[in-house]
């Protein structure tokens, strides 16, 4: 495994791979001078996890989609990231998941908001995608379809973990909470920790996932835009694939996974500039925070993000693999 | 007062207008023939009531946020359309409304889904945009911040009519509703009864918002295109502010409001030609039903739609006005 500085940035495919997986496990302020190194090696361990998860997936033959629902899961089952066990907590002291998936082939897209009960939130924005006529379900309505599709629910206390708990804790005696404190930004030094995977499989396929617990001490059902096709997620297999994490706000105003893809479909742009243009420049001059995390069509990797670091990795059929938390 | 046809197909703006207001009550198989002369008239007296409140408040110096607002309140207000009183009944017999608004100086918006006791959405949708650091908030959460804001709220009574709640009624007796009958998509027949409104003011701001009582008989919290910007409403004082009606599960996929301003800014289409482009070519492709209406930043006005009718009007400082209900 190679480690820092990251090759995707001078990558040009010159041949389209057998397959390509890339994730991300959040943005934010992640420093080396903040972090343990036990820390680091759990964080690298279950990011290596998710990535070899999701190349055993399609090198038994598994669709693109098959490899971002699992790849994803394992990321959700970690209590490392915002996202399934290890999910912050609301206000309320209550966990409230979010997540989505698409295909890149049909433009089939599958979202949840505000589920409660479901272990794993993909599987239920995959259900969404397969079994429903629907793209968008919310809050208990779409715990209940997640039941009557059976997947595992859970009580809510599978998602606890101390050090959410303790940040939800952090946050309320320091705020005094008041409307007034709770209309602020994030703080500085907010880290992201949504999940998300995109891959390009043997048929060309491309799929994307995301998966959150979203902001810690959010309220009145807050959404944000990892459930959102087009700001959150998108994938299209005539462009790219994207998951996006941050400050959802901004990426849902500015459509950043669809206007990625956008930039390449009506602007002619390539999978990197186009990445960069939006989480770089577009972005930072609005004051939106994040990064975003996908794979082109001709197997191009692409991790931008403005904040000072993101947890990433990917890997390539050609043996290709690269895990790194940091700016270079 | 102009009717059919639609003069807005080969209007282009010589110099900038000093406003104009474009609004819909909805598309779908609207046909003269199945249409009565009575209820013709009502809607036609309802859309212009809509559009002369809009110029009321932009010639008393009003901005595009007011004129969006108070516009679509008139259509919320009316029984006539899919959204505020007249909002269509859920299969739990429930009315849950979505709206949002954006603003396209500064990208700031805000958007609610499934709201149950807020009068006029839209406003809520407002005031998620000026009093809340966030974009979308859902479900009760959405309801309380409505309230702690101090909006008028209503008991569901107020939004019944006889006529939507004998579509349920008609829906749930003809289909024996058993899961794989909700699974089929809307009927041929259906109309998207959504409301929206475009503006462009004085000082070059284009604020575009839209609401609904969403579909018929939907189950699980399902939430559509109007409350995802980006989707069902978007606006940016650089190429155009548009609001959508339709098949909302298509709207989101192909990010259908973003998608026609984004082949304006990244593919230097004009705003007719993207409208077209993505409602007559590429959701028909898809097989998405539905329209939008929009104003660019020139004062153009483009109201693409691909089913058999849509609600729609709009008026200009100039004088042009134009109310119009079926294809031409």
Known sequence: MTSDPDPSKTNVAPERP?????????????????????LEEKIRTALDAALLKGESVLKAGGSAMDAVSETIMILENSPYFNAGKGAVFTNAGTNELDASIMHGETLNAGAVGGV???KNPILAARAVLENSPHVMLSGEGADLFAKEQGLELVDQKYFYTEQRWKALQNILQKENVTTGDLLESPRADYKYGTVGCAVLDKDGNLVAGTSTGGMTNKRWGRIGDSPIIGAGTYANNKTCALSSTGHGEFFIRHAVAYNISARMEHGGADFQSAADAVINEELVKAGGS???IGVDHLGNVAMPFNTAGMYRGYLKSTGEKYIGMYKE
Do not use: L, N
């Open 18 to 38: 057998e397959y390509v997986v890339v994730i991300h496990g959040g943005a934010g302020t992640i420093r080396k001078d903040r972090m343990t190194e036990e």
């Open 116 to 118: 409660k009960t479901v």
């Open 290 to 292: 994040g990064g975003v």
